[in-house]
């Protein structure tokens, strides 16, 4: 069973930096590519960046250059850390693991596990 627990959200100004974690058990960890995703209200979730196994990573445009995402092998963690944040980027945040292979690696419909989310909430 795969399971995977975001960490390190909360509130903080426009500008500021956070940087959240997910660690990942079981067998979904690096199959191809992870993710992570946000979700605000009332509105989809959308993919913000994802890492390949070789290392790979793609941005979404509304984030690149301010956001980066990593991870530890050794620990099974996926890191995001976000500098010069905006209002705008308040949401609920999301791991995603186990791609299934049906699309690309920052479409929500692309990953069997999810963790619970964490919370930023950026105010101006």
């Known amino acids: 069973q795969v399971q995977l627990v975001e960490s390190g959200g909360g509130s903080v100004q426009a500008g500021d930096s956070v940087t959240i974690s997910c660690a990942v058990s079981?067998?979904?960890?690096?199959?191809?590519?992870m993710g992570w995703f946000r979700q605000a209200p009332g509105e989809e979730r959308e993919g913000v960046a994802t890492i390949y196994t070789a290392g790979f990573v793609t941005y979404a445009n509304s984030v690149k250059g301010r956001f980066t995402m990593s991870r530890d092998n050794a620990k099974n963690t996926l890191y995001l850390q976000m500098n010069s944040l905006k209002p705008e980027d308040t949401g609920m945040y999301y791991c995603?693991?186990?791609?299934?292979?049906?699309?690309?690696?920052?479409?929500?419909?692309?990953?069997?596990?999810w963790g619970q989310g964490t919370q930023v909430t950026v105010s101006s």
């Open positions: 079981g067998d979904g960890y690096n199959n191809h590519c």
């Open positions: 995603a693991a186990g791609w299934n292979g049906l699309g690309s690696c920052l479409l929500r419909t692309s990953y069997n596990y």
